[in-house]
């Protein structure tokens, strides 16, 4: 799922899995997979789960945030990025990295550029 543009939780996971009456060691069917799919592609919108993240950082709610306080978050929490991948995002969504990410803009590009193949 993953692969193909999905960031399913593995509670999301284990509940597709239930639904369609499949253990965890059991084997997925192809057409099982795509209704899988389908279900979680309609429940994300991986933007607007971006926009509300970067909402929070924005202290003065104008728009921006400053590009190293998302450095710190991106390499401190959750799946944690390197700096090295933190630098290749920036790079691919023109940040500058101590300058100022207007958020909305930096969300959509985010976006654009996972659901690529």
Known sequence: MRCLGCSP???EVDRHLKMS???KSGELDFST???MMHEQLNQESPEEEIMKALRVMD???NGFILASDLRAKL???GEKLTDQ???ELFRQAGVENDGCIFY???AKM???QSTRC
């Open 59 to 61: 202290k003065q709610k």
């Open 85 to 87: 991948e933190v630098d």
């Open 75 to 77: 390499t401190a929490l």
């Open 110 to 112: 985010v976006t654009l």
């Open 104 to 106: 909305e803009e930096f």
């Open 21 to 23: 009456n499949i253990d």
């Open 33 to 35: 997979f795509l209704i």
């Open 9 to 11: 939780t593995l509670a």
